[in-house]
């Protein structure tokens, strides 16, 4: 089983740009493909990236252009660079982990483990 913490998040103004950082334990992380996913108020979970272990990408069209995802499986980490932010990024984001290495896929129900999130808050 792996072990997924989040890092990175914080309040930034809109136009400005955060970097997450989801750090893995327990298992290498070259087993998962890995995904983010965020949590706005009031509103259902919803995909933002994923990447698989040989590193495709897959972006939610709301993000595409503005966010990459990428990966170090030497440092397991998994990193989320958010550039300009919009104050409807504010959410809670969260790192997860999809024991079918090989697939990037936006349905969270695919994922196995999942990180406890970090608040991202982007003011208009």
């Known amino acids: 089983q792996v072990q997924l913490v989040e890092s990175g998040g914080g309040l930034v103004q809109a136009g400005g740009s955060l970097r997450l950082s989801c750090a893995a334990s327990?298992?290498?992380?070259?087993?998962?493909?890995m995904g983010w996913f965020r949590r706005a108020p009031g509103k259902e979970r919803e995909f933002v990236a994923a990447i698989n272990w040989r590193a495709d990408t897959h972006y939610a069209d709301s993000v595409k252009g503005r966010f990459t995802i990428s990966r170090d499986n030497a440092k397991n980490t998994v990193t989320l660079q958010m550039n300009s932010l919009k104050p409807e990024d504010t959410a809670v984001y969260y790192c997860?982990?999809?024991?079918?290495?090989?697939?990037?896929?936006?349905?969270?129900?695919?994922?196995?483990?999942w990180g406890q999130g970090t608040q991202v808050t982007v003011s208009s």
């Open positions: 997860a982990a999809d024991q079918t290495s090989w697939r990037v896929v936006g349905n969270s129900e695919e994922y196995d483990y």
């Open positions: 327990g298992r290498p992380l070259i087993r998962y493909a």
